[in-house]
T-cell receptor
Framework: DTEVTQTPKHLVMGMTNKKSLKCEQHMGHRAMYWYKQKAKKPPELMFVYSYEKLSINESVPSRFSPECPNSSLLNLHLHALQPEDSALYLC??????????????FGEGSRLTVL | DAKTTQPNSMESNEEEPVHLPCNHS???????IHWYRQLPSQGPEYVIHGLTSNVNNRMASLAIAEDRKSSTLILHRATLRDAAVYYCLQYGGSQGNLIFGKGTKLSVKP
């Protein structure tokens, strides 16, 4: 199984809603990532988890709250988002962050629209 | 910030070779060069990586300059399915901060 599965594929939410994005992998990877991608732009790194601990937070606003409950799961909790947060949110995993040869496996993304 | 620079776009004809360049003039001795591509409406997918020597796999070849300040991804026979944005990254394997640059949008004409 070499897949990273993201749910939901599409999400529409209001600015006062609380929602979550979910990411799952069963490759035994110990590093998991959240990226945000706006239209026609490259993916921007948001968070990196290594062995279920937060390794990198790229100065992401607190309305985005990541969670890694176990080595297979990564969540992104969303609260009080703004319309400019509408984007494709990509999850990825790799064996370990310290392996410079490590390949990232990406999911297909969750497309978020904030009204 | 992204440490690599690539042309914004390139065009190729189907079944012809494509050479996608990347400059990484600040690369350190332990940074690997990685290439990913992103097809429309999909997440990025790994293509190839290398350190110093040229590398080949089933998808592509990677030619790395002797001074390591540039590299070229080679698609030997472009197909319509190769139309994508190709990203070149440099990564040393420290904290997990794989940063994507702007990438090259490859168009393939039949």
């Amino acid at each position: 199984d070499t897949e990273v599965t993201q749910t939901p594929k599409h999400l529409v939410m209001g600015m006062t809603n609380k929602k979550s994005l979910k990411c799952e992998q069963h490759m035994g990877h110990r590093a998991m990532y959240w990226y945000k991608q706006k239209a026609k732009k490259p993916p921007e790194l948001m968070f990196v988890y290594s062995y279920e601990k937060l390794s990198i937070n790229e100065s992401v606003p607190s309305r985005f709250s990541p969670e890694c409950p176990n080595s297979s799961l990564l969540n992104l909790h969303l609260h009080a988002l703004q319309p400019e947060d509408s984007a494709l949110y990509l999850c990825a995993s790799s064996q370990e962050i310290r392996r410079a040869t490590g390949e990232l496996f990406f999911g297909e993304g969750s497309r978020l629209t904030v009204l | 910030d992204a440490k690599t620079t690539q042309p914004n776009s390139m065009e190729s004809n189907e079944e012809e070779p494509v050479h996608l360049p990347c400059n990484h003039s600040t690369i350190s001795g332990t940074d690997y060069i990685h290439w990913y591509r992103q097809l429309p409406s999909q997440g990025p997918e790994y293509v190839i990586h290398g350190l110093t020597s040229n590398v080949n796999n089933r998808m592509a070849s990677l030619a790395i300059a002797e001074d390591r300040k540039s590299s070229t991804l080679i698609l030997h026979r472009a197909t319509l399915r190769d139309a994508a944005v190709y990203y070149c990254l440099q990564y040393g394997g420290s904290q997990g901060n794989l940063i994507f640059g702007k990438g090259t949008k490859l168009s393939v004409k039949p």
